[in-house]
């Protein structure tokens, strides 16, 4: 089976107030669209977990731990991490995390 981990930020640390985020995104709303997400992994047959981590010095070592405790096929990386342009430095230790801990 086909395991993807969706990485994202703790929707409860982001500022909806960021000017880069759609107008009226919401904590709930994001909860909703990774419950959405799920849902589309297991229909497709994926194992899928979620990590949430949190836009701090946290981050880089709660995604090696994510990526240490199982194998994954796939890393999602999602769009609140990838695309404010507040967050770029978050994306990099991100992405760097998940070259070190799953090559």
């Not at 992994?41 to 994510?66: H, K, N, Q, S």
């Not at 405790?69 to 999602?78: E, F, N, Q």
Request: net charge negative; glycine share 8%.
């Amino acid at each position: 089976m086909t395991r993807v981990l969706l990485l994202g930020l703790d929707p409860e640390t982001v500022d909806f107030s960021d000017p880069a985020l759609p107008p009226g995104m919401t904590a709930e709303k994001v909860h909703a669209g990774i419950a959405v997400a799920q849902r589309q992994f297991a229909e497709r047959g994926w194992e899928g977990d979620v990590g949430l981590i949190r836009p701090d010095e946290t981050a880089g070592p709660a995604v090696e731990r994510m990526l240490a405790s199982k194998s994954y096929d796939c890393v999602v990386i999602g769009a609140g991490v990838r695309l404010p342009p507040r967050c770029l430095a978050l994306f990099e230790v991100v992405i760097n995390s998940i070259r070190k801990a799953a090559p």
